[in-house]
């Protein structure tokens, strides 16, 4: 029998296998690269429980049992639990580290592509002013060479034939004077109307490089979102894992260390009380947070309009608050170790801190997590290019989960001050094709007034 099988069958130690198979989520540099533990997605909100690969590693209450009969086994027993739980919380430490640097990735990306947009629809704009200006010029240039065709048709030979007096002579120098002061004006008009194609030609490159660039930025964005999404998922899950099993680890350590005659199913039968307890105060805590918003929600939330209310079109006012900001070019305020953007991507409404907020329209969500600037974040997508993003949710305000399907009108979360935000409110933004627009005129086409 090797030294490998010999500790494996006295379960006295962790053996080597053991230590190949469960210590690398002890490592933090280990930890930082794929993670320890492999479980299935779960969702911010609910979904069972997937047990890990590995999960015969962890002992069980018949492994404490025996342990306490030999004082050799249980101290390695007592050590392999410690590292156990040292492990879980390595790994959820980790996750959670990747996690908030992807989602600040996915943040930097997501306003760089917005940016991009941004650029390339003010390059086009430009160039089709400069367009239509060299329309206008080269229309005033036709004007004018007609009425020099007039001037210097028929009526000139007649006026030359018949100067035959200074008073003529004069005359007909004055109108040759007029007429070489139209020419020269319609030189310039001339000029003005080739500048203005030459610009509008080179605006409209520029915008198209722009564009490109855009859609790059755009591929970029989505790709970062949804690497920040799985690494959320990952680092819920590890938090859920460490939840589901240290009161278990933690119960069997002080089986372990416990000198008086209390049992192992004692602690058992505690640790499942322990657990349901927690379970029922996460529903409680769950349910009063979405009472709380609804009932701030009825209360008006400062005169903007019942959030959540659904109107003829189908789509629905997602806060009951007032506007604000608005959208578009602003001052930079900063405080707090950060600063707002000079460019508002969508409105703000305040209707206090925990109201609700709700789904402007029946759709997916395609995520919900920490973004960055924008704290916590939920994206749908509606279908058709449309989509709405709803920033700063309060921590603990997500009542949703990525790939659930929404309602006009639902409870989604619960209005924070997360990010950067320098109060409470909902940050509300439109997208059509992936790119932000302005959601005052969006909901206004669809009878809704944010």
């Not at 590693?57 to 739980?85: C, F, H, M």
């Amino acid at each position: 029998m090797s030294t490998d099988d010999a500790l494996d069958e006295c379960g006295c130690a962790p053996s080597p296998r053991e230590r190949r198979t469960l210590w690398p989520s002890m490592s933090r540099r280990g930890a930082l690269g794929v993670g320890a533990i492999a479980l299935a997605t779960l969702g911010a909100v609910g979904g069972p429980l997937v047990a890990p690969a590995f999960a015969a590693g962890y002992p069980s209450w018949d492994d404490v049992q025996r342990a306490k009969a030999n004082q050799a086994a249980k101290a390695a027993e007592v050590t392999r639990i410690q590292n156990l739980i040292q492990a879980l919380a390595d790994d959820v430490a980790a996750k959670k580290a990747i996690a908030e640097q992807l989602a600040d990735e996915f943040y930097v990306a997501q306003q760089e592509y917005f940016d991009a947009v941004y650029r390339a629809e003010q390059l086009q704009l430009q160039a089709d002013e400069q367009a239509q200006a060299a329309v206008d010029a080269a229309n005033k240039a036709g004007r004018v060479a007609a009425q020099l065709y007039r001037n210097g048709g028929d009526d000139t030979s007649l006026e030359l034939f018949f100067s035959g007096s200074a008073a003529s002579a004069d005359d007909l120098l004055a109108r040759l004077g007029t007429m070489d002061k139209l020419l020269e004006r319609n030189q310039a008009v001339y000029a003005d109307a080739v500048t203005a194609r030459d610009s509008a030609q080179s605006l409209t490159d520029q915008a198209e490089v722009q564009r490109v660039e855009r859609d790059r930025l755009q591929q970029v964005a989505e790709q970062k979102m949804i690497a920040s999404q799985k690494a959320a998922d990952e680092a819920q899950a590890a938090l859920d894992e460490q939840n589901a099993r240290k009161g278990v680890l933690e119960g069997q350590l002080a089986a372990l260390q416990d000198t008086t005659a209390r049992t192992v199913a004692q602690y058992e039968a505690g640790v499942k009380a322990a657990a349901e307890a927690a379970r029922k105060a996460r529903e409680e805590a769950e349910r009063r947070a979405r009472e709380e918003a609804e009932k701030l929600n009825q209360g008006g939330g400062g005169g903007g309009g019942g959030g959540g209310s659904i109107g003829g079109s189908g789509w629905a006012r997602p806060s009951s608050g007032y506007r604000s900001s608005g959208y578009g070019p602003r001052s930079v305020q900063c405080g707090s170790g950060y600063c707002s953007s000079g460019f508002h991507y969508g409105v703000d409404l305040a209707a206090g801190c925990s109201s609700g907020i709700y789904a402007a329209h029946g759709g997916t969500v395609v995520y919900a997590g920490y973004n960055g600037g924008y704290g916590n974040y939920i994206k749908i997508d509606h279908g058709g290019g449309v989509g709405t993003g709803y920033g700063h949710i309060r921590n603990g305000g997500i009542f949703v989960r990525p790939g659930q399907r929404v309602n006009a009108g639902q409870l989604i979360a619960s209005e924070g001050n997360t990010g950067n935000s320098f109060g409470c409110h909902l940050h509300f933004e439109v997208y059509i094709g992936g790119g932000p627009v302005n959601p005052i005129y969006f909901m206004a086409d669809r009878g809704i007034s944010v």
